[in-house]
């Protein structure tokens, strides 16, 4: 430690114009190559490229000036060693350029991996403060001694020695390859979703088993690379199954429960269901929920395990179409087969209601305050409500049943009152101890 700081302060101290200068020429020579390279990349990218392509393109933006410029400084390194001039700048150069480069990409893959917000924001100030630190740690060669006391920082487990060193590496090519695993599957999900030949369903089936097979692929690789046996998981396994079986039970359920979802295809992104008094669309498939949303622009999570577990009614499950009714009644004075007509019509003007299967009109039933009618038509996307249907045909009806003097009845009920007999009020009067009233000249 005392020796690398030794080195630099004489470097500083022997400091000279002619000995700065070729370094300086390659610096400013690197940077303009860089600042070139990253602007003929800007140019030579379109904006309407779409997919892989374009992913590739904001990477190899995002990389190109420090890669540029790393490339060109070890080229200028590598000429002044051969002219046996002094290099000490472009050697500070070279691993702040790559710490450089390792912070764009990594922070790329976690904006791509990640949803934005303020936890992405976090999770890039600890990326570049982290790299930054061991790079200042290395320059001022302190790097090996913080690596062996990390290493003597160990616990053994039996046969197993684990230390912070190997710890730290652990979480570092963890959350490196998670990145990637999270990725490489946003790129898959995009690809599928955009693929004409596979249904929503089967998109989002193929979307979490890639992600579930990369993620599980990346752990296990990470911990080969560590050196941690993996037989000695199988206690860890053995008490994960406890533990799904006690605590975890309703999360692996609906873990599970999302997996028969997709695979079954009963339920779909884009179907219209109703589970208890929730009805809307279905908008995504998750591993632990569904996102369905009704017509009020509300959102509702409801767990997987709901769905196997209870009834769901799946309006579009084989068939979109679905039939409305929209009862009406009418009163024994008026011309019942006119009205039916009238419904009929009204109902084939209706822009959503379906021509195949045709209307249609029946008479339901002789009621006690009119006669019942019932008008029956097909809608085919009934994701954009069966409500408004119903108040345009019913609306619709009101006004020609105006303009064709049909009357749509209300209750109505007669009241008739009836003369109670005098021998009736006499008795009555006598079993309730009530005495007739008294002559006005009694007892004069």
Excluded at 34 to 40: D, E, K, P, V
Excluded at 241 to 258: D, E, K, M, P
Excluded at 334 to 340: I, K, N
């Amino acid at each position: 430690m005392a020796e690398t700081l030794q080195v630099w302060l004489a470097a500083l101290q022997d400091i000279q114009l002619l000995d700065l200068l070729p370094q300086g020429l390659v610096l400013l020579v690197a940077a303009g190559a860089a600042f070139l390279a990253q602007h003929l990349l800007a140019r030579l990218a379109h904006d309407d490229t779409k997919g892989m392509r374009r992913l590739t393109e904001r990477a190899v933006q995002r990389i190109a000036f420090p890669i540029t410029m790393l490339l060109a400084v070890l080229v200028g390194r590598e000429a002044l060693a051969t002219l046996e001039h002094p290099r000490w700048a472009l050697d500070l150069a070279v691993p702040l350029l790559i710490s450089l480069a390792i912070i764009r990409i990594l922070v790329y893959l976690l904006r791509k991996g990640l949803r934005s917000g303020p936890l992405v924001k976090a999770w890039e100030h600890i990326i570049s403060t982290g790299i930054w630190l061991v790079v200042a740690l290395h320059l001022l060669g302190w790097l090996p001694g913080v690596m062996q006391a990390l290493d003597r920082l160990a616990i053994d487990l039996g046969p197993v020695r684990v230390s912070l060193l190997a710890t730290v590496k652990l979480i570092l090519l963890l959350s490196v390859l998670m990145l990637l695993a999270m990725w490489a599957s946003n790129i898959i999900d995009r690809r599928v979703a955009q693929s004409p030949h596979l249904s929503a369903g089967v998109a989002a089936g193929f979307s979490k088993v890639s992600k579930f097979v990369l993620i599980t692929v990346a752990f296990l690789f990470v911990l080969n690379i560590v050196g941690i046996d993996l037989t000695a998981l199988t206690v860890f396994g053995g008490a994960l199954g406890v533990g799904l079986g006690f605590g975890l039970q309703r999360i692996a359920s609906n873990f599970i429960s999302g997996f028969i979802l997709v695979f079954d295809r009963s339920i779909r992104p884009g179907d219209v269901i109703s589970v208890g008094t929730k009805f809307g669309w279905v908008e995504e498939l998750h591993a632990r929920y569904i996102v369905v949303r009704d017509r009020d622009g509300v959102e509702t999570l409801i767990p997987n395990e709901n769905l196997i577990t209870t009834e769901v009614i799946n309006w579009t499950y084989s068939d979109p179409n679905v039939r409305v009714k929209v009862p009406v009644s009418v009163s024994y004075d008026d011309d019942v087969e006119q009205a039916m007509e009238i419904m009929l019509e009204i109902a084939r003007e209706n822009p959503r209601v379906l021509s195949e299967p045709a209307p249609s009109c029946r008479l339901i039933e002789f009621g006690d305050n009119g006669i019942h009618l019932e008008a029956r038509v097909w809608v085919a996307d009934p994701e954009s409500g069966l409500g408004g249907v119903r108040s345009d045909i019913n609306l619709k009806i009101w006004q020609r049943f105006k303009e064709a003097g049909i009357t749509i009845p209300f209750p109505q009920r007669d009241l008739h009152i009836k003369e109670m007999p005098a021998t009736t009020d006499k008795a009555a009067g006598r079993q309730g101890g009530a005495r007739p009233p008294r002559p006005a000249n009694e007892g004069l």
